[in-house]
């Protein structure tokens, strides 16, 4: 490893914690990004649970007391 410590600057890898220490150790000086992926999951579950936490204030404001299933979205229908 040795070898191409000094030519590797970026580690993408995925989020679990040990990835990130062997990282660490095998290229202290690289920097660790996460991979496209996991950004974009996590994204994805923060917008969902975001939304299912504003669910009923955004219907209250709308006056969307009655809930058509039909106008459900398929995150809603989940739930």
């Given amino acids: 490893m040795a070898l191409y410590s000094s ?3 970026i580690v993408v ?3 679990g914690g040990g990835y ?3 990282a660490a150790k095998a290229l202290p000086h690289a920097v ?3 991979d496209r992926w996991h950004l ?3 994204a ?3 917008f969902l649970d975001g939304m299912r936490k504003s669910m ?4 209250t404001v709308v006056d969307a007391t009655r809930i058509d ?3 459900l979205t398929a995150a809603e229908r989940l739930q």
């Fill in 7 to 9: 030519t590797i600057a």
């Fill in 13 to 15: 890898r995925d989020c």
């Fill in 20 to 22: 990130g220490d062997a």
């Fill in 32 to 34: 660790q990004v996460a």
């Fill in 40 to 42: 974009m999951e996590n």
């Fill in 44 to 46: 994805s579950l923060a």
């Fill in 56 to 59: 009923g204030q955004i219907r």
């Fill in 69 to 71: 299933p039909k106008l």
